[in-house]
Nanobody, 123 residues
């Protein structure tokens, strides 16, 4: 059974930083590309960042480019999202997701999802 578990969310002031982690179990982690998505109140879930199986290539939404960094440690079966210079509009539930072989910016193409972690940025 595949499980993805996010952690690291919380309340932070604007301009602050948080690091999200997503630990995977029950899957050969290195065969899955990983993505981070978020859903803000009253909005659709949106792509935030994606990373290839090896970690050699990444992709970001324009809204977070230059502020967020996605990375992974295949030895630890974990993907990370370092979030710097946080803004109130980054407030959302953040989800990690796994897609076999290749990452995508489309959430419906991901096979497995975590339960989400809340990030709240105060102004």
């Amino acid at each position: 059974q595949v499980q993805l578990a996010e952690s690291g969310g919380g309340l932070v002031q604007a301009g602050g930083s948080l690091r999200l982690s997503c630990a995977a179990a029950g899957v050969t982690f290195s065969t899955y590309a990983m993505g981070w998505f978020r859903r803000a109140p009253g909005k659709e879930r949106e792509f935030v960042a994606g990373i290839t199986r090896s970690g050699s290539s990444t992709h970001y939404a324009d809204s977070v480019k230059g502020r967020f960094t996605i990375s992974r440690d295949n030895a630890k079966n974990t993907v990370y999202l370092q979030m710097n210079s946080l803004k109130p509009e980054d407030t959302a539930v953040y989800y990690c997701a796994a897609r076999w072989v290749q990452y995508s910016t489309y959430d419906l193409q991901y096979e497995y999802w975590g339960q989400g972690t809340q990030v709240t940025v105060s102004s």
